[in-house]
């Protein structure tokens, strides 16, 4: 067997049996090649064997991180809300705590972003979603306020679209889903778990009801090593 795949199985079953946890930094190339003996293009190229794998991420200037292994499926297509995703037992032990809550104008950005004027008020809450003990997703919901009326802490901690669609009977119709991935700010660091990580997956989503008036945008902002978004493609004949 090849001196790289020593190493990385070495490393793969030290991940695997959570001897490496996840966010725990590897040993440097230096010190892989004095405790192994190795040149440093062997350690190279288990690395990135590990990489590509799917095992381990790169910071530049940091060194190499252990990835999450367990990733949560988050549908992209759908619209789901996060109550329902943790009912359906899709996701770990979550909790949403409401950061801020504020009856606004918004800033330029966000009153284009809803197409409204000046004078227009909308709702800004902004909460952090905890799963299995770590925070990793900061939501930045905006909300007409011409639609929505009133909201509460206890409502934005229970369920938004749940008030929305069995108090208020709006009908949620579709969304328009754009996903980036950005640096890390200081408030992604101040309210997120990173585990030295310093970008995140940030999904921007304008919400319709049915009879196509936009309701909210949204920037749900997402610890990128935790998550995938998957969907499911269709070829029309």
């Not at 109550?83 to 809550?101: A, C, D, P």
């Not at 905006?142 to 229970?158: A, M, N």
């Not at 200081?186 to 989503?205: C, I, P, S, Y």
Request: with cysteine.
């Amino acid at each position: 067997m090849a001196k790289y795949s020593n190493l990385y199985y070495t490393l793969h079953s030290m991940i695997k049996d959570g001897t490496l946890k996840s966010g725990d930094k590897l040993p440097s190339e230096n010190e892989l090649m004095a405790e192994y003996g190795i040149s440093r293009d062997t350690v190279r190229k288990s690395l990135q064997l590990l990489l590509e794998n799917g095992f381990i991420t790169k910071i530049r200037g940091k060194g190499s991180f252990v990835t999450e292994l367990m990733k949560f499926e988050f549908p992209v297509a759908g619209l789901i809300s996060f109550k329902e995703l943790s009912s359906s037992k899709v996701i770990g032990e979550s909790k949403t705590k409401v950061i801020s809550l504020r009856s606004c104008k918004g800033n330029p950005v966000i009153r284009e972003k809803l197409g409204i004027g000046n004078d227009e008020e909308i709702w800004a809450v902004t909460r952090v979603r905890t799963i299995d003990g770590r925070r990793v997703i900061l939501d930045k919901d905006h909300f007409l306020k011409s639609l929505v009326g009133k909201l509460t802490i206890e409502i934005c901690e229970d369920s938004i679209y749940e008030y929305l669609e069995n108090e208020l009977g709006l009908k949620i119709g579709y969304a328009h889903k754009e996903i980036v991935i950005e640096r890390a700010t200081e408030e992604d660091e101040k309210n997120l778990d990173l585990m030295g990580f310093d970008v995140v997956a940030v999904v921007n989503t304008l919400v319709y009801l049915q009879n196509g008036t936009l309701l909210q945008y949204t920037q749900s902002r997402h610890c990128a090593d935790k998550f995938r978004f998957v969907d499911i493609a269709r070829r029309h004949p």
